[in-house]
């Protein structure tokens, strides 16, 4: 079956760092791909999302890339804050179906 | 509420009973999902109603579980003879048809 995966269970970085958190995708269909953000006890939030045709998109220090050559996704957390620790997952999904497939998640670790 | 909401958020239970959990999506969203996430994995897809279509059930791991939507508005899942492996949270998460998925803070279900 279709999966998304990443590459790194656990990622350490010094406050005021840049982050990044890889994802791996198998489903060459999928037509959009989905940051979520989730803090310990609560459930996933949005951070960001790319359409498969683009390759690239920027929020509020984050951006996103996305490889459909290597079916890679990654988010790129600038200066990295304490408040940035989480789990992140990355999500795709389907127009025709709108049902979101998650990866494991990577836990982002922020430390002084 | 201003977000979708989850109830109860924890419950524990004894072997062999049934639990319903409850969700209230955001006002207006026809899309409603049901997602299992256990301690330190990702999120697992359950069950996704679209407005008025029949419900994708493919992902309920057992007849033990059902999901309804009344009026097209709450949403129910039931676990019936709870199993100590469903401890998990639930995740119910909404959204407008094509548009960004927003999830509640999730039901933390513990069977003993």
């Known amino acids: 079956g279709e999966s998304v995966g990443l590459h790194l269970p656990t990622l350490s970085v010094q406050e005021g760092d840049n982050s990044i958190i890889n994802c791996a995708y198998s489903n060459s269909a999928s037509d959009y791909f989905i940051w979520y953000k989730q803090e310990s006890g609560k459930g996933p939030q949005f951070i960001i999302d790319i359409r498969s045709n683009m390759d690239k998109r920027q929020g509020q220090r984050v951006t996103v890339l996305l490889n459909k050559t290597v079916k890679h996704l990654s988010l790129q957390i600038a200066a990295t804050q304490p408040g940035d620790s989480a789990v992140y997952f990355c999500a795709e999904g389907e127009d025709n179906t709108d049902k979101l497939i998650f990866g494991t998640g990577t836990r982002l670790q922020v430390f002084p | 509420g201003a977000g979708v909401s989850q109830s109860p958020s924890n419950k524990v239970t004894e072997k062999g009973k049934d639990v319903e959990l409850r969700c209230d999506p955001i006002?207006?969203?026809?899309?409603l999902y049901w997602y299992r996430q256990s301690l330190g994995q990702g999120l697992e897809f359950l069950i996704y109603f679209q407005g008025n279509s029949a419900p994708d059930k493919s992902g309920l791991p057992s007849d033990r579980f059902s999901a309804e939507r009344t009026g097209g508005s709450v949403s129910t899942l039931t676990i019936q003879r709870t199993q100590q492996e469903d401890s998990a949270v639930y995740l119910c998460?909404?959204?407008?048809?094509?548009?960004?998925?927003?999830f509640g803070e999730g039901s933390w279900l513990t069977v003993v």
């Open positions: 998460a909404s959204s407008s048809s094509g548009n960004t998925i927003y």
């Open positions: 006002s207006g969203h026809t899309a």
